[in-house]
T-cell receptor, first 109, second 112 residues
Framework: GQNIDQPTEMTATEGAIVQINCTYQ??????LFWYQQHAGEAPTFLSY??LDGLEEKGRFSSFLSRSKGYSYLLLKELQMKDSASYLC??????????WGAGTKLIIKP | SQTIHQWPATLVQPVGSPLSLECTVE??????LYWYRQAAGRGLQLLFY??????ISSEVPQNLSASRPQDRQFILSSKKLLLSDSGFYLC???????????FGEGSRLTVL
């Protein structure tokens, strides 16, 4: 079966750095997405990786290793507004998106 | 720019009552459209997707149905709601090869 694993919850301190990991087992691979979802709101697109390596976008970076079935989202200079759930999703060989359950990130002052 | 709207934002319905959630997209043509459901602590579950008018693919057998009467309109319906239909429903659209999803505001359904 297809599976996306990410930690359920993480806690970090304002101003610090946090890394949210995502491992996947899917039938084929056609890209990995990270979304941010604030409580009670819809997810918003953060990043897309299809080749191995690091994609940087401001305070957020996303890394992919296809051989290891692994990605991480790195958030720097954490702000209180970064408190949200972060969803990892992989597009499989049929171009269907497989979603993880999300990681709830709690930022403390 | 492209926008997506869905409504209503919240609704409380009794078991056995009908349901209609509507979603419209503006600023793009021939988008792929999706209905997802999100239960607490679980990943997004794809319910339906559509690549064009009148073309609906169902991913999960259930008492829900979807229709696409116009290019940029997507409707989720039920004739008789079940308790298990409670959840957060999300409409989304995508275009292009990369295919990232853009979501509507969401509709929170509580079935009592």
């Amino acid at each position: 079966g297809q599976n996306i694993d990410q930690p359920t919850e993480m806690t970090a301190t304002e101003g610090a750095i946090v890394q949210i990991n995502c491992t996947y087992q899917t039938s084929g691979f056609n890209g990995l997405f990270w979304y941010q979802q604030h409580a009670g709101e819809a997810p918003t697109f953060l990043s897309y990786n299809v080749l191995d390596g690091l994609e940087e976008k401001g305070r957020f970076s996303s890394f992919l290793s296809r051989s290891k079935g692994y990605s991480y989202l790195l958030l720097k200079e954490l702000q209180m507004k970064d408190s949200a759930s972060y969803l990892c999703a992989v597009r499989d060989s049929n171009y269907q998106l497989i979603w993880g359950a999300g990681t709830k990130l709690i930022i403390k002052p | 720019s492209q926008t997506i709207h869905q409504w209503p934002a919240t609704l409380v319905q009794p078991v056995g009552s009908p349901l209609s959630l509507e979603c419209t997209v503006e600023g793009t043509s021939n988008p792929n459209l999706y209905w997802y459901r999100q239960a607490a602590g679980r990943g997004l579950q794809l319910l339906f997707y559509s690549v064009g008018i009148g073309q609906i693919s169902s991913e999960v057998p259930q008492n829900l149905s979807a229709s696409r009467p116009q290019d940029r309109q997507f409707i989720l319906s039920s004739k008789k709601l079940l308790l298990s239909d409670s959840g957060f429903y999300l409409c989304a659209w995508s275009v292009g090869d990369r295919g990232e999803l853009f979501f509507g505001e969401g509709s929170r359904l509580t079935v009592l």
